[in-house]
């Protein structure tokens, strides 16, 4: 199982997905990474 490395434990904020598959927790990253991206675009185009 993929478990918590001392990056997250210095960081604000982290997200762990509990999962015994590399395939799903890159999925799952890919997908957190794409939210992120969309409300970071949201927020500089409504700076405009």
Known sequence: MFTKTA???MSDYNMHA???D???AEDIHLTFNH???SIFHRIV???K
């Open 7 to 9: 990056p997250d434990k």
């Open 18 to 20: 509990p999962i015994n």
């Open 22 to 24: 590399m395939q799903i």
């Open 35 to 37: 939210m992120m991206m």
């Open 45 to 47: 185009v409504n700076k």
